[in-house]
């Protein structure tokens, strides 16, 4: 798969300048142990754990992968448990005889499908044993697991199980910061997981070095003629992102854009998808108070200009324990940086999203 593809990558050959985290990825599975992937939006967290699937599976471990974005409650979890598990046939096959007594399942050419006639959480048990049971050595990586936050409780729960009773399902987190994933990184004594939290891997943006590298590699592909000037402003202005750079790169090389016109572009339909993701994030929260935290980062700024900004657009005075909850949920969820009591944000999609008004 060429590196300005719009699709994830599967294999580890196509993944660029990742080869130390795909191999601390492997060595953490191979031994056993739970993993958080952490980093902001499009820094490729999918893609690692997709392409280091092939080699696990070339040494035996099965990998399932589950994608929850957009999921709510148990019985979005299962369904989506059941769609990894219809695209890993080999592992269905395993616990076919299994699963095709649980209550609410069924088996066809199709893949599993479920009618539920009792509660989900316990069809999810006997699904997971039976991977338990008879599928051997699994990885189950479980993607944009922040979706989960609203079930967490019945979630540790259950994970916990899993964790005791079978040692040969490993799981795979990704996400942001906060809601379940944060509950399992930073578990508190009271929590079915204390002192058996994953170990987690960061994924960082690329340095201004490698992104170029990342550039002129892409172009090579395609025999595309680039400027230098156009590949330096290219990574000025998408700071290391993969996924913005992999989308630049497609508009200059596959759409054939000027450079100029790919650059636009590119902050065009990144700018939408950030607007989709940050909308999507804001459900359930203060909406002018996140926002207004937001729009005041954006050209960077400390607590007390945070504090006086969010006064001033409620018209009254906010306790600093709130403010302190917003900024400490927007650095969970990696919309915000913070360096010496300094609050940025860092994504240039993001911060084009804020600048140019276009989210109130």
């Not at 080699?55 to 059941?82: D, F, H, P, S």
């Not at 539920?116 to 039976?130: D, F, G, H, I, N």
């Not at 600093?320 to 969970?332: F, G, R, V, W, Y």
């Amino acid at each position: 798969m060429p590196l300005f593809s719009l699709h994830p990558k599967e294999k580890t050959e196509e993944l660029f300048g990742r080869e130390n985290e795909i191999e601390e990825l492997v060595r953490l599975v191979r031994a056993r142990r739970w993993v958080a992937i952490l980093g902001p939006r499009m820094v490729g967290k999918t893609s690692l754990v997709k392409a280091t699937n092939k080699k696990l599976e070339c040494m035996g471990i099965k990998a399932i992968y589950v994608n929850l974005w957009g999921t709510r409650g148990t019985q979005g979890l299962l369904n989506a448990l059941a769609q990894g598990l219809n695209q890993e046939r080999s592992v269905l096959q395993k616990i076919r005889d299994i699963a095709e007594r649980i209550e609410g399942l069924s088996i066809g050419t199709g893949g599993i499908s479920i009618s539920l006639s009792r509660k989900p959480m316990t069809t999810m048990w006997e699904l997971l044993a039976a991977i338990g049971k008879q599928a051997g050595d699994c990885a189950i990586e479980l993607d944009e697991v922040q979706e989960l936050s609203v079930i967490s409780g019945h979630l540790l729960k259950l994970l916990a199980n899993i964790f005791n009773t079978y040692p040969n399902i490993v799981f795979i987190f990704t996400g942001s910061m906060f809601g379940i994933l944060k509950t399992l990184l930073e578990p508190k004594s009271t929590s079915p997981l204390y002192g058996r939290s994953p170990a987690r891997l960061y994924l960082q943006p690329f340095t201004k070095e490698k992104a170029t590298e990342f550039l002129r590699r892409g172009f090579q592909e395609y025999r595309h003629p680039v400027k230098e000037t156009e590949v330096n402003e290219a990574v000025e202005k998408l700071d290391g992102i993969p996924g913005w750079l992999t989308l630049y790169g497609n508009n200059a090389a596959v759409r054939k854009m000027p450079h100029y016109r790919a650059l636009e572009e590119t902050i065009i339909e990144g700018t939408k998808i950030v607007k989709d993701e940050l909308e999507h994030f804001l459900e359930g929260r203060d909406r002018t108070l996140y926002i207004t935290t937001l729009k005041v980062t954006a050209t960077s700024a400390r607590w007390k200009e945070i504090k006086n900004a969010i006064e001033a657009r409620k018209g009254s005075l906010v306790n600093d324990a709130t403010i302190k909850n917003i900024i400490e949920n927007l650095k969970a969820a990696m919309l915000i940086n913070e360096h010496e009591g300094v609050y940025t944000v860092k994504d240039p999609m993001l911060k084009n999203l804020l600048l140019t008004s276009q989210i109130t």
